[in-house]
């Protein structure tokens, strides 16, 4: 093979007048920046104008080891000849320098600076050999020979090495010089124009006011700008209005809600475990922790550190313990034969891999099993990584439960929580005052149990709080009506108590029934199902119940005493389940809600027995009790206990065991002693204000270290749980600064260490993703991973000064935002013309402003927003808008609480985007067409497509078209002719008014729609009709059927226009 002695470099060629003009690909192809073999990197695509790495650039004439040589040793060497010593052929290692190159005479090395020929590397790329050839065949991998040219110049000229650009310190070099001073607005701007300068390329002007502040807006907030937030902007004339303008949208609410949403893709933030049932977990509170340091610009350093160890802190706050819930949104089990160390390797590795991605931008996942084959992280540095995350109290297994252990209950503010620990505290008091009571009682006591008359006055007892009893003899032969008793309403504690004949035979039967078919089944109700008991508290059926209960508690014919409580909650935690006296674990799963907003007051009758006469098994049930309190498991003990009490009673004292006296110690104290008695409803007035407090509070999952233990792994061969090998300790990857001698090795410690100033990689991976966030790629475009399979940085001066001034500033924030949208670069026109699109397609030179599809959850906001329907409100649980039925029955399992898909229905349907339920094995289907991430891995770059599926759900899905009519009724409402109603319509969406062509486009659609309705008016009015809602459908009493289907239709064509779903 002839090789040239030297190779023009492209962009001498390109600055030659007698040149051809070459396309990106051209350009990207003759400099060999990536490999375009099929044994490249399947992961960094081919990519025009890469630049250099960190430090200074090379010339014109000059090849760069880090930007022209180390991709291709990468993508076709490093595999064989990289860091993985399990992997590595003839011991010859091409990623170090010291084993690569002989820079001394009596040095072994296969390459020799200045001499190409005498450098067995290089002969080995030329040579005609197969058995000698580099790669050798069975690679599938070859160089082109433009590779192989740069290669023999990178030799020629000294084959000069450069540590990897990711792994050195930034530095904050000074804005470059530029021809055109004056349209540069800061010191991004200089960066960004001297690259454009040097391609020989001009900077587009900047945008009109009304597409600058629709972008601004959208980047801001995730919103649209109202039009009067248009029309203010563009009117307004002052010097600082735009600035102006970014300062208010920084302030906003919705700012923290839109930057959350970026987060919570990086954190695999989800409302469910995530594997085998994927039933609910109670996280969200987390979230909203997010939204709320992103308002109130925590900077990124504390951002970091409570995230990963905020529960380490000295005196943590609760704010920063519900921040470590970072750490728990990865996916769980408690799948039958699931082992809990397996499981727990597992959680541990994805930290690691998390954290790794989030903050290193490294691929930490390919050292999990060995040494990684790309990147200098080694197998023991992985299991360093991971020691830090093994000392946590969390279980292997989840136990299906919504608050899996650790977590803590999130109190409103400070004084709540004091509250309820006063609460706690007297209720602590009063206890202890019962235990003296008792002491104090004994020789009552001794007196009243010798009494001979003892089992009669125990037969006419009144237990505290008793409101009915009812002996219900004959409830087996049909259903007795048992009037008022029963009336329940949410926040008030009860107790039911009955002693029960299971039906000979399987099925369903109703016990006790307190509701209301005409109000949507509102009430309570006992039922008997698959040999077991449940309680319903419904507000109405089937989307708003609480449900607990057990299967299996008994076989056809027996006999029992059973006993349900309810704290007044308005958590399904708060109902229990007892029987024979023993509280029991529900094992029946809640399907339909974890917590119960509104009331399940009833006017409904009580009927023991059944709903009705035809209600099919006929299940004895007597001594019906209804309290206004919760009993104590020893009260529920003693109630079941009945029979064995009175045994006792009529015992002689002095042939009673000591079982027998205490069970009529106990009966005497809550039955008889009044002082005794008397503390019994204190304490009860006490458990209860705590529970009303407490049923405010949701928990939410947290990291907990395990208070004597210290973090610490074993390597495991191939990764595998059950094969430890050589223990080690917390510690950081080698070709980073490493950890201070009095950092503890701990969570704290390595989340300080990785804000620590002296670490590379931080700043630059964040700074990365907030420029991704705002021009839709980032300067480096595989912003997951600043690794050598990654793509290099375009502007590599430009991301460390940002890296460098972001430190500086003290990782504000919101100062980063503010100055990347103040930039001349952001405020260019997002205009494409035929010169860039064959120049710089991607937009890497940023000659223009972003252009891109708006993301899924903008989209949905987008439309509720101009429809006027969007619910502005923040935080609290997740909700269900509407989605296609049967797609969580497909994946779901049959004791799964996520099996069946409920809708929530009224306002809560038009909340945020970033409010809807997550069910992690089948994500709302609109979100997942419009490329949403499923969120069961950690996401920190989204894939962006573009399919007929997605015209179709904008069109089509029901949220979309209710948002549509709505929005014709907006535009019918609040303008007075059609063309102020289509300008209306525009300024919505587009942020715009309308050109004279387009409306008159739109006028005519309109006409077609309204000839079209005009002879239809049934077919009309049906349209209107909302089939997922009827609340929100709209008819002719608003404005006539066919007008308001025809301006529907048009609000729909304008929402589906390309320029309403693309930030540009």
Same mark, same amino acid.
């Given at each position: 093979m002839t090789?040239?002695?030297? @190779?023009?470099p492209?962009s001498?060629?390109?600055?030659?007048?007698?040149?051809?003009?070459?396309?990106p690909?051209?350009?990207?192809r003759?400099?060999?920046?990536?490999a375009?073999?099929?044994?490249?990197s399947?992961?960094r695509?081919?990519t025009p104008?890469v630049q250099?790495?960190a430090?200074?650039?090379?010339?014109?004439?000059e090849v760069?080891?880090?930007r022209?040589i180390?991709?291709?040793?990468s993508?076709?060497?490093?595999?064989?000849?990289?860091?993985?010593a399990?992997?590595r052929?003839?011991?010859l290692?091409l990623?170090?320098e010291?084993s690569?190159?002989?820079?001394d005479?009596?040095?072994?090395a296969?390459?020799v600076?200045?001499d190409?020929?005498?450098?067995?590397?290089?002969? !080995?790329l030329?040579t005609s050999d197969?058995?000698?050839?580099m790669p050798p065949?069975?690679?599938?991998?070859?160089?082109?020979?433009?590779?192989?040219?740069?290669?023999r110049?990178?030799i020629?000229?000294?084959?000069?090495?450069?540590?990897?650009?990711?792994?050195?310190a930034?530095v904050?070099?000074?804005?470059?010089?530029?021809?055109?001073?004056?349209?540069?607005?800061n010191?991004i701007?200089?960066?960004?124009?001297?690259?454009?300068?040097?391609g020989?390329l001009n900077?587009s002007?900047?945008?009109?006011?009304h597409?600058l502040?629709?972008?601004?807006t959208?980047d801001l907030t995730?919103l649209?700008p109202t039009?009067e937030e248009?029309e203010?902007f563009?009117?307004?004339?002052?010097?600082?209005?735009?600035?102006?303008?970014?300062?208010?949208?920084?302030?906003?609410?919705?700012?923290?809600?839109h930057?959350? *949403?970026y987060?919570?893709?990086a954190? !695999?933030?989800?409302?469910t475990?995530g594997?085998h049932?994927?039933?609910?977990?109670?996280?969200?509170?987390?979230?909203d922790?997010v939204?709320g340091?992103?308002?109130?610009?925590l900077?990124?350093?504390?951002?970091?550190?409570?995230?990963?160890?905020g529960? &380490? /802190?000295?005196?943590?706050?609760?704010?920063?313990?519900v921040a470590?819930?970072?750490?728990r949104?990865?996916v769980?089990?408690?799948?039958?034969?699931?082992?809990?160390?397996?499981?727990?390797?597992?959680y541990?590795v994805?930290?690691v891999?998390?954290?790794?991605? %989030?903050?290193?931008?490294?691929t930490?996942?390919?050292a999990?099993?060995h040494?990684?084959?790309?990147?200098p992280?080694?197998?023991?540095e992985?299991?360093?990584?991971?020691?830090?995350?093994?000392?946590?109290?969390q279980p $292997?297994?989840?136990?299906?439960?919504?608050?899996?252990p650790p977590?803590?209950r999130v109190?409103?503010d400070?004084a709540e929580?004091?509250r309820?620990?006063?609460?706690?505290?007297?209720?602590? !008091?009063?206890?202890g005052e019962?235990?003296?009571?008792?002491?104090d009682a004994?020789?009552?006591f001794?007196a009243?149990?010798?009494?001979?008359?003892?089992?009669?006055?125990? +037969?006419?007892a009144?237990?505290v709080?008793?409101?009915?009893?009812?002996?219900?003899?004959?409830?087996?032969?049909?259903?007795?009506e &048992?009037?008022?008793?029963?009336?329940f309403?949410?926040?008030?504690?009860?107790?039911?108590?009955?002693?029960?004949?299971?039906?000979?035979?399987?099925?369903?039967?109703?016990?006790?029934?307190?509701?209301?078919?005409?109000?949507?089944d509102?009430g309570?109700?006992?039922?008997?199902?698959?040999?077991?008991?449940?309680v319903?508290?419904?507000?109405?059926w089937?989307?708003?119940v609480?449900?607990?209960?057990?299967?299996?508690?008994f076989?056809?014919?027996?006999?029992?005493?059973y006993?349900?409580s309810?704290?007044?909650?308005?958590?399904?935690?708060?109902l229990?389940?007892?029987s024979?006296?023993?509280l029991?674990?529900s094992r029946?799963v809640?399907?339909w809600a974890?917590?119960?907003a509104?009331?399940f007051?009833?006017?409904a009758t009580?009927?023991?027995?059944?709903?009705?006469?035809?209600s $099919?098994?006929?299940?004895?049930?007597?001594?019906i009790?209804f309290?206004?309190r919760?009993?104590?498991?020893a009260?529920?003990?003693? /109630?079941?206990?009945?029979?064995a009490?009175l045994?006792?009673?009529?015992?002689?004292a002095?042939k009673?065991?000591?079982?027998?006296?205490?069970?009529l110690r106990?009966?005497?104290?809550e039955l008889?002693?009044e002082?005794y008695?008397?503390?019994?409803?204190?304490?009860?007035?006490?458990?209860?204000a705590l529970?009303?407090?407490?049923?405010?509070?949701?928990?939410?999952l947290?990291?907990?270290?395990?208070?004597?233990g210290?973090?610490?792994?074993?390597?495991?061969?191939?990764?595998?749980?059950?094969?430890?090998?050589e223990?080690?300790?917390?510690?950081?990857?080698?070709?980073?600064?490493?950890?201070t001698?009095d950092?503890?090795?701990n969570?704290l410690g390595?989340?300080?260490?990785l804000?620590a100033?002296?670490?590379?990689?931080?700043?630059?991976v @964040?700074?990365?993703?907030?420029?991704?966030? #705002?021009?839709?790629?980032?300067l480096?475009?595989t912003a997951?991973?600043? +690794?050598?399979q990654?793509?290099?940085?375009?502007?590599?001066?430009?991301?460390?000064?940002?890296? %460098?001034?972001f430190?500086?500033?003290?990782?504000?924030?919101?100062? #980063?935002?503010?100055k990347?949208?103040?930039s001349?670069?952001?405020?260019?026109?997002?205009?494409?013309?035929?010169g860039?699109? =064959?120049?710089?397609?991607?937009n890497?030179? &940023?000659?223009?402003?972003?252009?891109y599809r #708006?993301?899924?959850?903008i989209?949905r906001?987008q439309a509720?927003?101009?429809?006027?329907?969007?619910r502005?409100d923040?935080?609290?649980?997740?909700?269900?808008?509407w989605?296609p039925?049967?797609?969580w029955e497909a994946?779901g399992?049959?004791n799964?609480?996520?099996?069946?898909?409920?809708?929530?229905?009224?306002?809560?349907?038009?909340?945020?985007?970033?409010?809807?339920?997550? =069910?992690?094995?089948?994500?709302?289907?609109n979100?997942?067409?419009?490329?949403?991430p499923?969120?069961e891995?950690? %996401?920190v770059r989204?894939?962006?497509?573009n399919?007929?599926?997605?015209?179709l759900?904008l069109?089509?899905?029901?949220?979309?078209?209710?948002?549509a009519?709505?929005l014709?009724l *907006?535009a019918?409402?609040?303008?007075?002719?059609?063309? $102020?109603r289509?300008?209306?319509?525009?300024?919505?969406?587009l942020?715009?008014p309308?050109e004279?062509?387009?409306?008159?486009t739109?006028?005519?659609?309109l006409t077609q729609?309204?000839?079209?309705?005009a002879?239809?008016?049934?077919?009309?009015?049906?349209? &209107?009709?909302?089939? @997922?809602?009827?609340?929100?459908?709209?008819d002719?009493?608003l404005?006539?059927?066919?007008?308001l289907a025809?301006?529907?239709?048009v609000?729909?064509?304008?929402?589906?226009?390309?320029?309403?779903?693309?930030?540009?």
């Open positions: 090789q040239p002695s030297s @190779v023009e492209v001498a060629a390109i600055s030659r007048s007698d040149a051809p003009e070459l396309t690909e051209e350009q990207y003759q400099t060999a920046l990536l375009q073999t099929s044994g490249g399947q992961k695509p081919p104008f250099a790495a430090g200074a650039e090379p010339g014109e004439g760069s080891f880090n022209d180390r991709p291709i040793l993508d076709n060497c490093f595999a064989c000849h990289g860091p993985d399990r992997a052929k003839a011991d290692r990623d170090k010291e690569a190159i002989a820079r005479a009596d040095a072994e296969p390459i600076p200045g190409p020929e005498a450098s067995e590397f290089f002969q !080995r030329v197969p058995d000698d050839l065949a069975d690679s599938h991998k070859h160089l082109t020979p433009q590779q192989i040219a740069l290669f110049r990178w020629e000229s000294g084959a000069r090495w450069e540590a990897h650009w990711a792994y050195i930034p904050k070099s000074a804005p470059p010089a530029v021809a055109r001073e004056n349209w540069a607005r010191e701007d200089r960066f960004v124009l001297a690259r454009l300068e040097a020989g900077p002007p900047e945008a009109d006011r597409t502040v629709r972008r601004v959208l995730g649209p039009p248009v203010a563009v009117n307004d004339g002052s010097d600082r209005a735009y600035e102006n303008l970014i300062d208010r949208l920084l302030e906003s609410r919705a700012y923290g809600e930057r959350a *949403r987060w919570l893709d954190a !695999r933030y989800g409302d475990h594997l049932l994927d039933n609910y977990r109670e996280i969200w509170p987390y979230r922790w939204i340091a992103y308002n109130a610009n900077p990124f350093d504390r951002f970091t550190i409570e995230q990963i160890a529960d &380490l /802190l000295p005196n943590a706050s609760q704010a920063q313990i470590t819930g970072f750490n949104c990865n769980t089990t408690s799948e039958g034969g699931a082992i809990a160390e397996e499981f727990l390797v597992r541990g994805d930290r891999n998390t954290t790794a991605t %989030v903050w290193l931008g490294m930490a996942h390919c999990q099993c040494d990684h084959k790309y990147d992280l080694t197998m023991r992985f299991y360093q990584l991971f020691a830090f995350f093994n000392n946590t109290t $292997g297994l989840d136990g299906n439960a919504k608050d899996s977590v803590i109190y409103a400070d929580k004091a309820a620990e006063k609460l706690r505290a007297e209720a602590g !008091r009063l206890e019962l235990k003296k009571a008792a002491k004994e020789t009552a001794q009243w149990a010798a009494a001979p008359d003892l089992a009669g006055k125990l +037969g006419g009144k237990p709080g008793e409101t009915f009893s009812h002996p219900a003899g004959n409830a087996a032969e049909k259903p007795l &048992l009037g008022a008793a029963g009336a309403a949410a926040g008030e504690p009860f107790t039911i108590a009955f002693e029960f004949r299971a039906p000979e035979g399987e099925g369903r039967s109703v016990l006790l029934d307190r509701t209301d078919p005409r109000d949507g509102r309570w109700r006992v039922v008997v199902e698959d040999q077991g008991i449940n319903q508290l419904i507000e109405s089937p989307g708003k609480l449900r607990s209960g057990n299967t299996r508690l076989k056809a014919g027996a006999s029992g005493h006993a349900i309810y704290d007044g909650s308005g958590h399904s935690h708060g229990r389940l007892y024979k006296g023993k029991l674990t029946f809640n399907e974890d917590t119960l509104g009331d007051k009833s006017n009580l009927r023991a027995g059944g709903r009705d006469a035809e $099919g098994l006929t299940p004895g049930i007597s001594q009790r309290f206004d919760v009993l104590s498991e009260e529920v003990a003693r /109630l079941a206990e009945s029979g009490l045994a006792a009673a009529r015992k002689p002095g009673r065991g000591d079982k027998e006296t205490q069970t106990e009966a005497f104290l008889f002693h002082p008695r008397t503390l019994v409803a204190k304490r009860s007035e006490i458990e209860a529970s009303r407090v407490e049923s405010a509070a949701p928990f939410t947290v990291m907990q270290e395990k208070p004597d210290t973090p610490g792994a074993n390597i495991l061969e191939r990764g595998e749980y059950d094969k430890p090998k223990a080690v300790q917390p510690g950081v990857p080698d070709m980073l600064p490493q950890l001698h950092a503890p090795r969570r390595l989340a300080r260490w804000v100033p002296e670490n590379p990689l931080v700043a630059r @964040v700074v990365n993703r907030m420029w991704q966030e #705002l021009f839709g790629t980032g480096v475009k997951e991973d600043f +690794g050598t990654g793509e290099p940085p375009t502007h590599p001066l430009l991301l460390d000064w940002l890296a %460098v001034d430190v500086e500033s003290g990782w504000d924030m919101k100062a #980063l935002y503010r990347m949208l103040l001349a670069t952001y405020r260019q026109s997002s205009v494409i013309t035929p860039l699109v =064959k120049r710089d397609p991607e890497r030179l &940023l000659a223009r402003g972003p252009r #708006l993301d899924a959850e989209l906001d509720l927003a101009a429809s006027g329907l969007l502005r923040i935080g609290g649980p997740s909700v269900r808008p989605q039925s049967g797609i994946v399992y049959t799964s609480n996520t099996q069946t898909f409920y809708q929530d229905y009224g306002a809560t349907e038009h909340r945020r985007t970033l409010y809807t339920f997550w =069910k992690r094995t089948a994500p709302p289907p979100m997942t067409l419009l490329d949403a499923n969120r891995d950690c %996401v989204r894939e962006r497509t399919t007929p599926l997605q015209a759900v069109m089509n899905d029901p949220q979309f078209v209710r948002a009519r709505y014709g *907006r019918l409402n609040e303008r007075d002719n059609v063309d $102020g289509l300008d209306f319509l525009a300024m919505l969406l942020g715009r309308l004279t062509g387009e409306r008159e739109l006028k005519a659609s729609f309204e000839n079209a309705w002879s239809a008016e049934p077919e009309a009015a049906a349209f &209107l009709v909302d089939s @997922v809602n009827p609340a929100f459908s709209l002719g009493g404005k006539p059927a066919p007008e025809s301006w529907a239709m609000a729909s064509q304008v929402m589906n226009l390309d320029e309403s779903v693309t930030k540009h």
